[in-house]
């Protein structure tokens, strides 16, 4: 490659996807965090949520997305979503060279944060029945107590961008209690959806529950691999970020400029 290539590539975009809108929440801390690149984000909101699909269904979907993405020039691919991590992400990077990025639930932080050694976990139906969560229980979860609970209905409450809601409260509420009788002092947000709804959850456990976010921890990670790679984008001007939604919501631009910011540039496909 000579050098005006390699330079064109760094300032291809770093192109993020989830199953809806859940996913702006890792975008937010790779734009905080990478300032200068240009970031692409399709959301899947059409086929929302991942968390009841079967893993061939949402290995489909990945890859035409890939696919999508990759024509719109990425350089890299982050998975945003923890069900889409733990069903496609290593049939993802087998058919595809540019390096792929994944989510999963932060057991291993949490199980070093907790006190008491409970941790509870809040995710999707399809990440907790997973192998890959499977994994990270064996790997991670041996000397804590780990309590799960699905959250069925929460994902389409953040996609409709009902965020404060009584409906989300009590969806909240009644998430968050089982965990809270188990005694756990550390709680996963083990789906890219919720730190969306993180002040409803915060209200429901109080001040008492540390919470654990991973999008942070991906930022950092995409950060190191891009500069190990050479990949940083060596432009000094903020990045563009684009937007791209499938869904057939008539709101389903505002729920992203409500999540995002008014200078949201949204296209639907």
Same mark, same amino acid.
Not at 117 to 124: R, S
């Given at each position: 490659m000579t050098l005006n290539a390699e330079l064109a590539h760094r300032n291809k975009p770093v192109a993020v996807f989830d199953s809806g809108v859940g996913g702006i929440s890792v975008l937010q801390h790779i734009h905080a965090l990478l300032p200068h690149e240009t970031l692409h984000y399709y959301a899947d909101s059409k086929h929302a949520p991942y968390g009841s699909k079967t893993p061939a269904e949402i290995e489909a979907r990945?890859?035409?997305i890939a696919d999508f993405l990759i024509e719109q020039g990425a350089k890299v691919l982050v998975v945003a979503c923890n069900t889409a991590t733990a069903?496609?992400?290593s049939a993802m990077r087998a058919k595809y060279t540019l390096p792929i990025f994944g989510m999963e639930p932060a057991v291993k932080p949490a199980a070093?944060?907790?006190k008491n050694?409970?941790?509870?976990? &809040?995710?999707?139906t399809g990440t907790l029945k997973s192998a890959q969560f499977a994994g990270l229980l064996e790997s991670y979860?041996?000397?804590?107590?780990v309590v799960t609970q699905a959250c069925a209905g929460l994902v389409e409450c953040v996609e409709r961008g009902e965020l404060h809601t009584?409906?989300?409260?009590k969806l909240v509420e009644q998430y968050c209690q089982p965990?809270?009788?188990e005694g756990a002092d550390t709680i996963v947000l083990g789906c890219t959806h919720y730190p969306f709804v993180r002040p409803a959850i915060e209200q429901v &456990?109080?001040?008492k529950v540390v919470l654990i976010d991973t999008g942070a921890a991906v930022a950092t990670h995409l950060q190191k691999r891009l500069s190990a790679l050479n990949l940083l984008s060596d432009s000094q001007a903020a990045g563009d970020v684009r937007f791209w939604t499938n869904s057939c919501a008539a709101e389903a631009s505002q729920v992203i400029v409500q999540l995002w910011g008014a200078n949201a540039e949204v296209t639907h496909v």
């Open positions: 990945c890859f035409e069903a496609a992400i070093a944060a907790s050694g409970i941790v509870g976990v &809040l995710a999707t979860g041996r000397n804590v107590k009584q409906n989300t409260l965990l809270l009788d &456990l109080g001040n």
